[in-house]
């Protein structure tokens, strides 16, 4: 079974940085692109960062790109999202997401359960 | 690329047949999503591929492609399906979600 458990969300000030990681298991992660997609409360979803399998291709949204950096280690079958310099408007539930394929054009076929950012003072 | 949806709310009944339109803003080829979603859960794949049914998902759901124009067609609604459904492409990134569709009881 696909497990995909997010951690490292929680309350920070505006301008300061948090790290969230996402815990994969129940798949080979090496074989697999990997998302992070966001909504804030009441919103609809937003597509943050995505990385492929061997980090040879990454993308950002223009709205975190200079800020947020994604990561993975296959070692550890784990993905990461370095957020720097967050603004209230960064406020949401971070979801850690599992492409359909390896490659960095890949829809998500499973999701975490997600964790929640919030950028206030 | 910017993803529009069409409508943004919509009420129907049971048993009725619903469709939803997405527009992309430059051509994504087949490159098209489409998700479905409930109030408190994560989002879950229904279409991928514009037309191509993710494993398990009942076939009343339907996807479709004219050029830029992408079209989800549930052809007899179900209790179930009340939800907020998402267009994505992933042509080229950043990949963009549209701003969803809100599929409510009429």
């Known amino acids: 079974e696909v497990q995909l458990v997010e951690s490292g969300g929680g309350l920070v000030q505006p301008g300061r940085s948090l790290r969230l990681s996402c815990a994969a298991s129940?798949?080979?992660?090496?074989?697999?692109?990997m998302h992070w997609v966001r909504q804030a409360p009441g919103k609809g979803l937003e597509w943050v960062s995505g990385?492929?399998?061997?980090?040879?291709?990454?993308g950002h949204a223009d709205s975190v790109k200079g800020r947020f950096t994604i990561s993975r280690d296959n070692a550890k079958n784990s993905l990461y999202l370095q957020m720097n310099s967050l603004r209230a408007e960064d406020m949401a539930l971070y979801y850690c997401?599992?492409?359909?394929?390896?490659?960095?054009?890949?829809?998500?076929?499973?999701w975490g359960q997600g964790t929640l950012v919030t950028v206030s003072s | 690329i910017q993803m529009t949806q069409s409508p943004s709310t919509l009420s129907a009944s049971v048993g009725d047949r619903v469709t939803i339109a997405c527009r992309a803003s430059?051509?994504?080829?087949?490159?098209l999503a489409w998700y479905q979603q409930k109030p408190g859960k994560a989002p879950k794949l229904l279409i991928y591929k514009a037309s191509s049914l993710e494993s398990g998902v009942p076939s009343r759901f339907s996807g479709s492609r004219s050029g830029t124009e992408f079209t989800l067609t549930i052809s007899s609604l179900q209790p179930d399906d009340f939800a907020t459904y998402y267009c994505q492409q992933y042509n080229s990134h950043p990949f963009t979600f549209g701003p969803g569709t809100k599929v409510d009881i009429k």
């Open positions: 129940g798949f080979t992660f090496d074989d697999y692109a």
């Open positions: 990385i492929s399998w061997n980090s040879g291709s990454i």
């Open positions: 997401a599992k492409g359909v394929d390896s490659g960095s054009g890949t829809p998500i076929d499973y």
């Open positions: 430059q051509s994504i080829s087949n490159s």
